[in-house]
């Protein structure tokens, strides 16, 4: 089974701050893992996703991602918070079939709203 | 492509009534998904279609949901009776099959219960 936890419901911070969005996941194998962002009263959109190539992944908007798999985590960073940023964003996990194929099947986290300040 | 695409965005309608949502997968895509969203659960996965088979509807919460896919490019979702906690906004995602693909989601369907 696969889970996924992301710290912090809520995480606030400044305009120009770094933004840190925590995720950790729990797989017995090797995960395919994403963040996607939910603006308000929209579907979700894909941020980044890592399929065991880099692991540090880039994604849209200035936002990357590093897979640690010693510490299971795939924490969210931008280096420098825009108010465009305030939005909710969630950490998935989907696991592969046996020829490393995978259907989109995803399960997500709770959630973390960012909230960022003038 | 113009993405999945999801009818109606918004429906109210009082408690006892059948609800059908709709939903429009991308073109090519052969997994099509049905969510939950609400404030207490967040985002649940109802069920899944493959090829449009019913692959896992083990999140479907009653029978009063069921769920259909005639064929690849339309899928429904059916409540009936609705009730009030069944108020949420439904989303309907696509995906293709490979390496590490991700899901494509719609605008989704707020329903309210009344």
């Known amino acids: 089974a696969q889970s996924v936890t992301q710290l912090g419901s809520h995480v606030s911070v400044s305009e120009g701050a770094l933004v840190l969005l925590r995720c950790n996941y729990s797989s017995s194998v090797p995960p395919y893992l994403f963040w996607y962002v939910q603006y308000p009263n929209q579907g979700l959109q894909l941020l980044l996703k890592y399929t065991s190539a880099a692991t540090l992944v880039k994604g849209i908007n200035g936002f990357e991602a590093e897979f640690k798999k010693s510490e299971t985590s795939f924490h969210l960073t931008k280096p420098s918070a825009h108010m465009s940023d305030a939005a909710e964003y969630f950490c998935a996990v989907s696991r592969a079939n046996a020829g490393g194929t995978s259907y989109g099947k995803l399960t997500f986290g709770q959630g973390t709203i960012l909230t960022v300040h003038p | 492509d113009a993405g999945v695409i999801q009818s109606p965005r918004h429906e109210v309608t009082e408690m006892g009534q059948e609800v059908t949502l709709r939903c429009k997968p991308i073109?090519?895509?052969?997994?099509l998904f049905w969510y939950r969203q609400t404030m207490m659960r967040g985002l649940e996965l109802l069920i899944y279609f493959n090829n449009n088979v019913p692959i896992d509807d083990s999140g479907m919460p009653e029978d009063r949901f069921s769920a259909k896919m005639p064929n690849a490019s339309f899928s429904t979702l059916k409540i009936q009776p609705s009730e009030p906690r069944d108020s949420a906004v439904y989303f309907c995602?696509?995906?293709?099959?490979?390496?590490?693909?991700?899901?494509?989601f719609g605008q989704g369907t707020r329903l309210t219960v009344v």
């Open positions: 073109s090519g895509h052969n997994s």
């Open positions: 995602a696509s995906s293709s099959q490979g390496i590490g693909t991700e899901a494509f």
